[in-house]
Every structure is written in structure tokens, then in C-alpha cells.
């Protein structure tokens, strides 16, 4: 299954400027070494990846390594969760033993998923843990290559049954009798007792409350979370922007991220860093990009989510705010040679940009690569397709995204651009007297999501921030989500 034959002659370029070990062979997984050169032609937006971030990157390997499946530091684990059910002696834990963090995916888009997988990641990284993905339905495992070197990230099908938990792992609430949340409201005065856990369930969902947000103080990351064995995450969101605020990640966070320059491409870095497209989807990839994208002088992606509930798929205003936005950005009129890629659901947007926003652009070549009419969940061929577009948008040298969609995140993230974001239309407002927004979009502050359940209590001062978007000079409200807030 692994090979750690070193490919001969990758260059600093494949290598991500050292983001990557070059451990892997280079036909295991095609996309690890062959993403930057679709990024090549692009001056760079972003600076490179910290020497910081990169020890650490190649340590963490090694915990991936020495604590995955199948090895005895992770059958020991598993035993304990067995035989202690929910408590346990982790306070006789010694430093050899393995923590975990499992990140369960559930019936989310596929931008949420990467969103919430990512997050794990850097909290795993932070905290010395490995990372376990429970997938939903198989989805990781067919999206992407093993993210490490001689291990595995994928907790193991049998173990998911075997949880010491009542619920099956995609059941896990809130109200989950081992949530964070649950286990502080019972211990309000004294969480003592809580220190011997053997697994603890983090709710970082859209849906988390006070409590379960308490995640984000230091009580929790120093006290009761940082020696149970295994948490399990469950999260919707890209939480990272939450990590920067808790006091005693700063320093760390500080260290892999340096200075103002680093702040604004941590998605960038962390998505190249471990997310791959299998071979079979790299190859639908490079060969749409060949066939359609590559001859562009100038490529433009226009991220196009409309929101069923909200606005008929097909809105006029909507195609009216995507040309005006266009033409803002001077993306429009297209200079001779551009090509735009469209993305959404509906393939009516692409069609009436190519007839030329009524006339005027004529000469625009216009590319669609799939129209799937609605989203369906735990659909693998359109997630495939859905990662696929992802990857081509961020290739293209300007992009626009539509507000509050983590689809538009994560090409914007992994490309490390700043896209124009085209604000939502309000959904209470009916079609017929809705307007354009005004102005139609706005250039991201930076590349990086935008977290939309940040928890606004300062734990520290034991009330609520004055205002969020003002605590750190690199955490900003977001544009597109005015509760969310991002690092910029
Ligand atoms: P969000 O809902 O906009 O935040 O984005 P998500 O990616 O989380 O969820 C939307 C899901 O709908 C995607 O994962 C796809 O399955 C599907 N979808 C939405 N827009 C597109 C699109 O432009 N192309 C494709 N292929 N799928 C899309």
C-alpha cells in the first residue's frame, strides 16, 4: 500500500517549497506533486511556508507514524477506551502514549467538509495529536490520498462500531451525555471529576451553544481536554480563525504562521499540504484543464451558488450582480483570449455570460464543466465532480465567488487569492423587488474562509468581546457573513 521509494528529482516547486515530504511515490497519488504547476504561471500571492511549519509538518508525520492504525501505541488506545467505557486513569498517562483527535464527517457539502477536516488538522498539529477521520459514507477516502507518509488517517471501518459510544459517531449531539458542552453544564461549579475521561465529544458545529463553545478557552485546552486520549470533532465550520483566539495556542500559532505576511494563507498551506484528489479525479482534473482552460491568455472562475430555499435557481438579478461585478473588477469587458469557467448548479448563468451579457462580450469562451441541477448528500460522483471544480477554479487567475458558500472558500484558500465575493441577496427578499447589492461584490480582505460560528465570549475576561472583529490585528469580521470572522 505505501511506498517510501523517494521520487528521484522533485523540485522546490512540487515540493510546495518543502510543505511536502517527498517520501511518497510520485504515481501514488499524481495531484501531490503535479498541483503547482497549475499554480506556476501565477505570481505568487502568498509567502512561502514557515521553516517553523515545516519541522513541524515532517514531526507530525512521525506521530502520524507511530500512533496510526495498527501499530501497539494505538491498539493500547483503543483498549483503554474498551475497558475504562467513558473514565479511565489518564493522569497515570506518560508522555510515549498517543492522543487522538477523530473528526467526523456527516451530511454536509463537500466545502464543509474540507472546511471542518482542515480545522482538525491544525488542532491536531497544535496539540500533539494524531488525526483520525471518521468518513461519512467513504467520502475522504475516495476524495483524497492518504495525507501521510506510512500511515493511515482513515480510523479503521471496524473501529467505528466498536466506540464505547451509545450513539453511532454520526448521531453525536450536543446533548451527547460525553459532550464538552454537556459535561461543563453538569460541572458549572466543579469539573474535577472530569479529568480521567478516556473520550470526550466536541460539538464545533453551526449548531454549538455556550457551553459547547467553551472549547475555545484555556480552562478546557490546559485543563480537562489536554490529556484525554481521544476527542472526537465534530464540525461544519473552518474553526482555525477560534484557534488564534485562545490564549495559549497564540505563540505556537505565531511560530508556524510568522508575522502579518503568514496569517492570511494558513488554508492555503494546510490545504496543499494534506489534501490530494485521487488519481482518477487529478485525471478528470488535468484533462478538462488541457482541454478547455490551458490555452487562455487570462482565466477567469466565477463561483455561481444560488440557494434554492432563497431564490429560484435561475435569477435574473443574480446574473445582473455577476455582470456588474464583472465589470467592477475589470474583469469585463474580457481582453482578447479569455476564457471564463463557470461553476453552479444551473447551467443557465454560464449560457446567458456566453451569449455575451446580452450581446456586449461576444468573443468570451465560456466553460462549464458540469450543471447537476440540485445538491444531493452522500452523492460520490458528485462530490468527485464538486472537487474537481474546486481545484479548476483555483487555478484561474481571478476569481469570483458568491458570499457565504465554503465552496467558493476552498478554491479561493487553495489557490491563496483573494476572490471578489458577491454578497447573498437577502432571502426574505422576493425575486420580483429584489435589487443588485450595491456595490455588486467586494475584494476578500484575504484567502482565508470565513469561520461562521465563532464564539464572541472572552474567557479570559469572563464576559463577551466588545467586538470580535478587533481583538487581534489579523482577525477580522468577514465580509460576506458579518457574525463570521477570518484571518486576514
Ligand atoms: P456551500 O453549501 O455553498 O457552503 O458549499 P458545499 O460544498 O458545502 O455544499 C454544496 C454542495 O452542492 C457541493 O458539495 C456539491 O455537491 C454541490 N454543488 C454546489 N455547487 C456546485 C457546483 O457549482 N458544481 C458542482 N459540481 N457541485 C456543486
Known amino acids: 500500500l505505501f511506498t517510501t521509494r523517494a ?16 517520501e511518497f511515490s510520485s504515481q501514488s497519488c499524481r495531484s501531490r506533486y503535479e498541483f503547482a504547476d497549475y499554480h506556476k504561471k501565477k505570481k505568487p500571492t502568498h509567502s512561502k511556508p514557515s521553516p517553523y511549519l515545516i519541522s513541524k509538518l515532517r514531526q507530525h508525520e512521525a506521530i502520524q507514524k507511530r500512533c496510526g492504525p495498527g501499530t501497539a501505541p494505538y491498539s493500547k488506545a483503543l483498549r483503554r477506551l474498551h475497558s475504562s467505557s467513558s473514565s479511565g486513569d489518564a493522569a497515570a498517562d506518560s508522555g510515549e502514549e498517543c492522543r487522538y483527535v477523530v473528526s467526523i464527517s456527516y451530511r454536509r457539502g463537500l466545502g464543509n467538509r474540507i472546511l471542518a477536516v482542515v480545522s482538525a488538522f491544525l488542532y491536531a498539529v497544535l496539540t500533539s495529536r494524531a488525526l483520525l477521520v471518521a468518513p461519512y459514507d467513504g467520502d475522504l477516502a475516495d476524495l483524497f490520498c492518504e495525507p501521510f507518509p506510512s500511515a493511515t488517517w482513515l480510523l479503521p471501518d471496524a473501529d467505528r462500531h466498536r466506540f464505547p459510544l451509545r450513539q453511532r459517531l454520526s448521531d453525536l449531539d450536543s446533548k451527547s451525555k460525553d459532550s464538552l458542552g454537556t459535561i461543563l453544564r453538569k460541572n458549572d461549579n466543579n469539573n474535577n471529576n472530569a479529568t480521567s475521561l478516556t473520550y470526550v465529544y466536541l460539538h ?52 508556524l504562521f510568522p508575522g502579518d505576511v503568514d496569517k492570511d494563507a494558513v488554508f492555503h498551506h494546510l490545504s496543499r499540504y494534506l489534501l490530494h484528489p485521487t488519481n482518477p479525479i487529478w485525471h478528470a482534473i488535468t484533462t478538462y484543464h488541457r482541454a478547455n482552460l490551458a490555452a487562455a491568455a487570462r482565466l477567469v472562475g466565477m463561483q455561481i451558488r444560488v440557494y434554492h430555499k432563497e431564490t429560484p435557481p435561475v435569477s435574473r438579478v443574480v446574473l445582473d450582480q455577476i455582470l456588474a461585478c464583472a465589470r467592477l473588477a475589470h474583469i469585463f469587458p474580457p481582453p482578447p483570449n479569455t476564457s471564463v ?148
Open 204 to 255: 464545533l458545529d453551526g449548531g454549538a451553544d455556550f457551553h459547547d463553545k467553551l472549547f475555545y478557552c484555556d480552562d478546557q485546552q490546559l485543563g480537562l481536554l489536554r490529556h484525554v486520549p481521544w476527542l472526537l470533532m465534530k464540525t461544519d465550520s473552518y474553526i482555525i480563525p477560534g484557534l488564534f483566539l485562545v490564549p495559549s495556542f497564540q505563540h505556537e500559532l505565531d511560530r
Open 7 to 22: 521520487p528521484a528529482n522533485l523540485t522546490d516547486d512540487q515540493l510546495l517549497d518543502g510543505l511536502l515530504t517527498n
Open 341 to 488: 469557467l463557470v461553476t453552479s448548479l444551473n447551467p443557465w448563468y454560464a449560457e446567458r455570460i456566453s451569449a455575451g451579457g446580452e450581446g456586449e462580450y461576444s468573443s468570451l469562451a465560456v466553460h462549464q464543466p458540469s450543471h447537476e441541477g440540485e445538491q444531493r448528500m452522500g452523492d460520490a460522483e458528485q462530490d468527485r465532480r464538486a472537487l474537481a471544480e474546486m481545484h479548476l477554479l483555483s487555478t484561474c487567475d481571478a476569481l469570483m465567488d458568491t458570499g457565504f458558500s465554503t465552496f467558493g472558500y476552498v478554491a479561493a484558500g487553495m489557490a491563496g487569492a483573494r476572490a471578489w465575493v458577491m454578497p447573498r441577496r437577502p432571502w426574505w427578499e422576493k425575486e420580483a423587488a429584489a435589487e443588485v447589492p450595491d456595490p455588486p461584490c467586494a475584494v476578500a480582505a484575504s484567502p482565508e474562509p470565513c469561520f461562521h460560528s465563532p464564539s464572541y465570549y472572552d474567557c479570559a475576561a469572563r464576559r463577551d468581546y466588545g467586538d470580535i472583529g478587533k481583538v487581534l490585528p489579523y482577525v477580522r469580521r468577514c465580509e460576506d457573513v458579518s457574525w463570521g470572522i477570518k484571518l486576514v
